[in-house]
């Protein structure tokens, strides 16, 4: 074999080589880019049946591959995501959103929404809020948005009334309270555990379905209103984030139709899909 034979044939080696090797890593950097974590509340049977409905679309339609990280109370998530451990985050409302904000001087974004549960007011003992006798404990959430939201749910029951000027409540802002009701708040994992032991419970509806408390418990439902805006629970992302192309096909693909039904099928009367709200009807 000629001298100028071999040079041409070891450059194509050379040239296979270094695109095999090109192609290796363009492939696998654009699968790390295509691969998005999300940070979420230990999730139920039935959440997890939610998301692989949005994975499915996420990788079939996108080519994403979402995955979960799961953490145990409501302070991790956002921590989380501030320091870029995760990429997204949907565990929260708006509301939570926006206290969290204030409080750790964060700018984490809304991107978009997911459903919203109305919270319940649970009793082992009483069918209804006006049998629930004087002097009596209700248990509430304790971070600031779920308390806010349990006592106005409290509000909206007609057992107690508040300063409309307080944006955040605590007991502080009841103004009246006629039959001298005590406010007890506990983490919001644990309403459902102090169901046994208190009057009545202001509890989020994930945390009474994993605890297997039945709808049929329930005394008091919050209403859906103009109010009730800030009770969407959302996908978050960075602030730098918010025009990133593969987080907004995330959010498509929990916006779907399929998504609609499945979360209806596992949640029925429980959670309601958020985005697809006409707010624009609702009044207080």
Do not use: C
Request: aromatic share 8%.
């Amino acid at each position: 074999m000629k001298r100028s034979t071999k040079w041409i044939l070891w450059i194509i080696v050379a040239v296979v080589i270094i695109g095999i090797g090109w192609l290796s890593f363009g492939r696998g950097s654009a699968s790390k880019s295509k691969t998005v974590t999300i940070g979420v509340i230990t999730p139920s049977k039935q959440e997890n049946a939610v998301w692989n409905t949005v994975k499915k679309t996420a990788k079939d339609k996108y080519g994403i591959t979402i995955n979960l990280k799961e953490f145990t109370d409501y302070s991790q998530p956002n921590k989380a995501l501030a320091s870029h451990n995760i990429d997204l985050n949907s565990f929260q409302t708006v509301g939570f959103l926006d206290q969290s904000n204030d409080a750790n001087h964060q700018t984490l974004t809304r991107i978009g929404d997911t459903i919203i549960t109305p919270m319940r007011l649970y009793s082992d003992k009483y069918k209804k809020p006006s049998q629930i006798p004087a002097g009596s404990t209700i248990a509430v959430p304790n971070d600031t948005a779920n308390e806010d939201r349990g006592i106005r749910l409290l509000a909206s029951a007609g057992l107690i009334k508040l300063d409309p000027k307080i944006r955040f409540t605590t007991p502080k802002a009841i103004t009246s309270n006629p039959k001298h009701l005590k406010i007890k708040a506990v983490d919001a994992n644990s309403t459902a555990r102090a169901l046994p032991d208190v009057a009545a419970s202001s509890i989020n509806s994930g945390f009474a379905k994993n605890a297997g408390v039945p709808l049929s418990k329930t005394i008091f439902t919050e209403p859906l209103t103009t109010y009730s805006k800030q009770y969407v629970n959302v996908i978050v992302a960075n602030k730098k984030d918010v025009n990133n192309k593969i987080y907004k096909q995330v959010v498509k693909a929990y916006q779907t139709a399929e998504n609609k039904k499945q979360i209806e099928k596992q949640f029925g009367q429980l959670e309601r899909p958020a985005w697809t709200i006409d707010w624009s009807k609702i009044s207080d």
